[in-house]
């Protein structure tokens, strides 16, 4: 008799973490890869936090902490909310995760029902879209254009409404993931009134907040104190495979997320949480990063329309550029894992982000070192002409 297999494990997969295999298949095969394909800062972690790390293997236990995190790092972060942002936050309200994608599934269960509708942007995190659906809760894709920088507004969400019926959630990115596009002060405020007056829990994934071109992000903070938001050490503190993130958590929701967090992870990577206690004193070494991000953009955004790809969504944070490639393509999958058999550099196909329109986009990270990306560029200008 044949065993049951849920349905709710069926959901698609997250194509970047694919691409990411290919390209190490190719390197095991000893062929040169240019990494464009991950969200992953081609820097180690910062000095202090290395220091503090050996310093806690010689000197503690590293057995589980309290559910929330440890009192040291919620105290840091609630810290950071004061000097960056000027907003004040009771460290209570802080929950320590397992990276961010440990504070969606808390924020997901904490905050939606089974059957409920969530909204977020298309092009956007795929993870969101499939988290959701996993759980049984709707996700209701916002198709965003270029025009409102790829981000949803309040006349976007009258139209899911309409559309799809009363929207429960929103999750918003700025800057987003894959287009780099920021949300500005008056567009948040906007969003953050609207949620507000219509009963929409709304979640901001402030995870590229510090990585930014120009304009500072505004954090959901800063205009409403019942926003959940999202963040972590992966990118702006360069510690990725430390999974270690945080939530800013409304009142309501604590005690849920508590009891979630007890259950399901017991405690996020305890040697990650003492050592992100020093990740707030790097601040020069993550400013230097920062500035290789930029140089990275300012090469790709000279360099990508030489080889053909001229229409890119304005990166104003982040590392991605996301270029729309209609003259090139209709079917972004195979033209992705075409230019990797063909040059070596490996970009993600935008159907990852847009499941309705991504074939005619593709997405390049530049986190990765001055010479990948200088190289990458050089590779895919050959390979165009
Ligand atoms: C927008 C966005 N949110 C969340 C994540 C997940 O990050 P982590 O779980 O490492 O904190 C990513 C990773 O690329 C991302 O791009």
Known sequence: MPLKVSSRGSIPPFIVMDVMQAAAEREAAAKAVYHM???????????????????????????????????ELRAAIADHYVSS?????????????????????????????????????????P??????????????????????????????LEKAAREHGAIDGLI?????????????????????????DNGIRLISDEIYHGITYGDQAVSALEYDDNAVVINSFSKYFSMTGWRLGWMVVPEDLIRAVECLAQNLFISAPTLS????VAAFDCRPELEANVAKYAANRSLLLEQLPKAGF????PADGAFYV?????????????????????????????????????????????????????????ALIDWSS
């Open 85 to 125: 942002y000027g907003v004040h936050i009771d460290p209570s309200r802080i929950a320590v995760t397992t990276g961010s994608s440990g504070g969606f599934v808390l924020s997901f269960l904490s905050a939606f029902d089974a059957g409920d509708r969530v909204a977020m942007a298309a092009p956007g995190y």
């Open 322 to 378: 996301y270029a729309d490639v209609t003259e090139l393509t209709n079917d972004s999958l195979s033209f992705c894992r075409r230019i990797l058999n063909e040059t070596g550099v490996a970009i993600t196909p935008g159907v990852d982000f847009d499941p309705d329109r991504g074939n005619r986009y593709v997405r390049f990270s530049f986190a990765e070192s001055h010479e990948e990306i200088a190289g990458a560029a050089t």
């Open 273 to 276: 949480q003492i050592a992100g």
């Open 37 to 71: 394909e991950v969200g992953q800062p081609g820097t180690p972690a910062p000095q202090g936090v290395l220091d503090a790390a050996k310093q806690a293997i010689d000197d503690n236990r590293l057995g589980y902490t309290v559910a929330l995190g440890i009192p």
């Open 310 to 313: 001229n229409r890119l969504a």
């Open 127 to 156: 993870c969101y879209r499939n988290i959701l659906s996993a759980f049984g809760i709707e996700p209701v894709s916002i198709l965003t254009e270029a025009e409102h920088r790829y981000q949803p507004t309040p006349e976007l």
């Open 172 to 196: 918003v990115a700025s800057p987003s993931n894959p287009t780099g596009t920021m949300i500005d002060a008056a567009g948040m405020a906007e969003l953050c009134t609207y949620c507000s």
